[in-house]
């Protein structure tokens, strides 16, 4: 049982992994190009994400350091 938790972990972080170089890759896709791949805009919706996070105040501080804190593990 240890052992398929180990793999499922190992498969989820490889998974998060492939997710954040594909998130980069968008990111400077949308900026060499002017457009997101498959016409989705990562950096407006990125910009949307901070916005929204900066107008919560105290609150969205503390879910930002959460954040921060969860993916540097």
């Known amino acids: ?12 972080v490889d998974i998060t992994d492939i997710m954040m170089h594909l998130l980069a890759l ?4 949308e900026i060499a ?12 919706n990125i910009t949307a994400l901070v916005n929204s996070i900066g107008e ?3 609150a969205g501080l503390v879910a930002l350091l ?3 804190g969860l993916y540097r593990k």
């Open 66 to 68: 959460i954040l921060v």
């Open 1 to 12: 049982m240890k052992e398929l938790f180990s793999t499922f972990k190992s498969w989820l």
């Open 33 to 44: 190009y002017g457009q997101g791949i498959f016409g989705a805009g990562i950096v407006g």
């Open 56 to 58: 919560s105040g105290f």
């Open 26 to 29: 968008g990111v400077v896709v």
